[in-house]
């Protein structure tokens, strides 16, 4: 599609969002769609501004794409998904895709309490709030913008992680019962309830004409 986003889009332009750019799959998946002839616009997000501003710099550099763009939020907060969401309308009001590339692979040594899951602001489990929570409620909040491309905008999760990992008990839905505090169980456990989340997602979303897909994303915590 053509569209002018700050400034000369290329015809055949896209407006593509990236949570997660600023590093692993999400920063190449940036170099990749930036180096297209089209020069999509490319919206990437991270936590933080002097890494994201270094990997725009090092992306607009390496593509000769001008059109690279940084938005700074904290996937694991409500709060500042909602402001993401509220300055990805305001700013690029068709978004033709949604790449919720964003990870979180809680360590052992971010556990500060032996034997107790690390919680978000929120009071949610980090790894659940990153990985499950936030891809959902950034993809609801940009259906305006998805719906408004031509053709329809689509979501794309990327997931990983799952390799040998048991069916989700959903009476166990944060993995306390199995005792999940860190590592790669825990990150595997909530990639699995993602696609589980994915799957509902898709269906509420058919109706808009949106399609929701799940991307293998690699080695565990190589989203992040």
Not at 39 to 66: C, E, F, L, W, Y
Not at 147 to 163: D, F, M, N, R, Y
Not at 183 to 212: D, F, N, Q, W
Request: net charge negative.
């Amino acid at each position: 599609m053509y569209q002018k986003v700050n400034g000369e889009t290329p015809a055949g332009a896209k407006v593509i969002v990236i949570t997660g750019g600023t590093g692993g799959i999400g920063y190449q998946e940036a170099l990749l769609l930036g180096n297209l002839p089209e020069k999509h616009t490319n919206v990437i997000t991270g936590r933080d501004q002097a890494r994201g501003a270094a990997a725009v710099s090092t992306v607009k550099s390496v593509t000769d794409n001008p059109n690279i763009h940084l938005l700074i939020a904290d996937m694991s907060s409500q709060s500042e998904i909602q402001k993401l969401g509220a300055e990805l309308l305001s700013r690029f009001p068709v978004i033709d895709e949604l790449i919720n590339n964003a990870g979180q692979l809680t360590l052992k040594d971010d556990v500060t309490t032996p034997d107790k899951q690390v919680e978000s602001v929120d009071g949610i489990e980090k790894d659940f709030a990153v990985n499950v929570v936030g891809p959902v409620i950034l993809s609801r909040l940009l259906v305006p913008a998805l719906k408004a491309a031509t053709p329809t905008g689509k979501i794309q999760v990327t997931s990983g992680g799952l390799a040998g990992l048991d069916d989700v008990d959903f009476d166990d839905i944060f993995g306390t019962k199995r005792g999940l505090i860190f590592g790669i169980p825990l990150y595997s456990h909530t990639k699995r309830v993602m696609e589980c989340a994915v799957m509902a997602l898709a269906r509420e979303l058919e109706p808009e004409g949106i399609a929701v897909n799940v991307i293998g994303g690699g080695n565990p915590g190589a989203t992040a």
